[in-house]
């Protein structure tokens, strides 16, 4: 049975960093693409981070602007999402997502509807 559990998340005031790490079961995770996503209220899900199955393509949300750093252990079969300097607009609940890689790339996806797997959420709320 495939689970993703997400922990870290929190309230906090804006400025601070967190760190949201996805624990992930019952997938061949050396195989395993990995993706951050986050919903606003009244929101569309967005795209904010992903992971190779070895660690070496990341690829960011456009507004990122460096914010933002995903990383991997394959040990552990976690993935960790480490979010800098947090705005109010970082509110949101942030999702992991889960994708068996088809190959042997080293691709990422960006798109929701690529990834099988989900975990929970877990709430970020920033405060000003």
């Known amino acids: 049975q495939v689970q993703l559990v997400e922990s870290g998340g929190g309230l906090v005031q804006a400025g601070a960093s967190l760190t949201l790490t996805c624990a992930t079961s019952?997938?061949?995770?050396?195989?395993?693409?990995v993706g951050w996503f986050r919903q606003a209220p009244g929101k569309e899900r967005e795209f904010v981070a992903a992971?190779?199955?070895?660690?070496?393509?990341?690829e960011y949300v456009d507004s990122a602007e460096g914010r933002f750093a995903i990383t991997r252990d394959n040990a552990k079969k976690t993935v960790s999402l480490l979010v800098n300097n947090l705005r109010p607009e970082d509110t949101a609940v942030y999702s992991c997502a889960a994708k068996t890689a088809d190959d042997y790339s080293d691709r990422v996806y960006r798109a929701s509807h690529d990834y099988s797997y989900w975990g929970q959420g877990t709430q970020v709320t920033v405060s000003s």
């Open positions: 019952g997938l061949p995770f050396t195989f395993t693409i």
């Open positions: 992971i190779s199955r070895t660690g070496g393509r990341t």
